[in-house]
């Protein structure tokens, strides 16, 4: 399994644009990223997943380069709620399930007013 | 449509005992995979159930044995409590063959004490 690098953690303010960027230099060439944010005492949650180029939903954009070594998670506009920990996970899809999924210890993002 | 429900969300144990963590995944969800967080580290990789089977386990020892229900829910045991054993396990649900990630539960507190 392709391990990821990330920062430990970022600080922003309320407003700003936070990019958090997770080298992956492993990467095989049918592992997908994913992100997963998790707040205090609570499970992680899906973000946003991609394969290459670009990925937008409602909460994130997730870009990734061609050569697909590093990914970035773009937070628009973050407010306080959006502190929390931000993992970054690469993984496939074996043809039944996506198996187990290898968190390493996360970006702690830290938004304050 | 309920998320994944664990059970209970605290609990103290002296060392030595056993324990049982249940879990019910989410409705449509067929898979369901453990997994342990220490404090200040990503979640871990337990086991996953399919089928009323393991079907990938990771670092583990034999103390920490699962099942599966013909409903999908799912019980994580652990035997022979160590200090070490103190963490925040969580639940995982997936559909198989779903793209878009898991759902995790808010997880239950475990001290040893």
């Known amino acids: 399994l392709a391990k990821t690098t990330q920062p430990i953690s970022m600080d922003s303010y309320e407003g700003q644009e936070v990019n958090i960027t997770c080298s992956h230099n492993n990467i095989a060439t049918n592992d997908y990223i994913t992100w997963y944010q998790q707040f205090p005492s609570q499970g992680p949650r899906f973000i946003i997943q991609?394969?290459?180029t670009k990925v937008t939903n409602e909460v994130a954009s997730l870009f990734i380069p061609a050569d697909r070594k590093s990914s970035t998670l773009s937070l628009p506009r973050v407010s306080l709620s959006d502190t929390a920990v931000y993992y970054c996970?690469?993984?496939?899809?074996?043809?039944?399930?996506?198996?187990?999924?290898?968190f390493g210890a996360g970006t702690q993002v830290v938004v304050t007013p | 449509d309920a998320g994944v429900t664990q059970s209970p969300t605290h609990l103290i144990k002296t060392r030595g005992q056993q324990v049982t963590l249940r879990c019910s995944p989410k409705?449509?969800?067929?898979?369901v995979s453990w997994y342990q967080q220490a404090l200040g580290q990503g979640p871990q990789f337990i086991f996953q159930y399919y089928e009323e089977e393991e079907r990938q386990r990771g670092n583990f020892p034999d103390r920490f044995s699962g099942h599966q229900y013909p409903n999908y829910s799912s019980e994580l045991n652990v035997n022979a409590l160590l200090l070490g054993d103190s963490a925040l396990y969580l639940c995982?649900?997936?559909?198989?063959?779903?793209?878009?990630?898991?759902?995790f539960g808010s997880g239950t507190r475990l001290t040893v004490v």
């Open positions: 991609g394969y290459k």
């Open positions: 409705s449509g969800h067929d898979t």
């Open positions: 995982a649900s997936s559909l198989g063959r779903d793209a878009y990630g898991y759902t």
């Open positions: 996970l690469v993984g496939a899809f074996d043809g039944d399930s996506w198996g187990k999924l290898q």
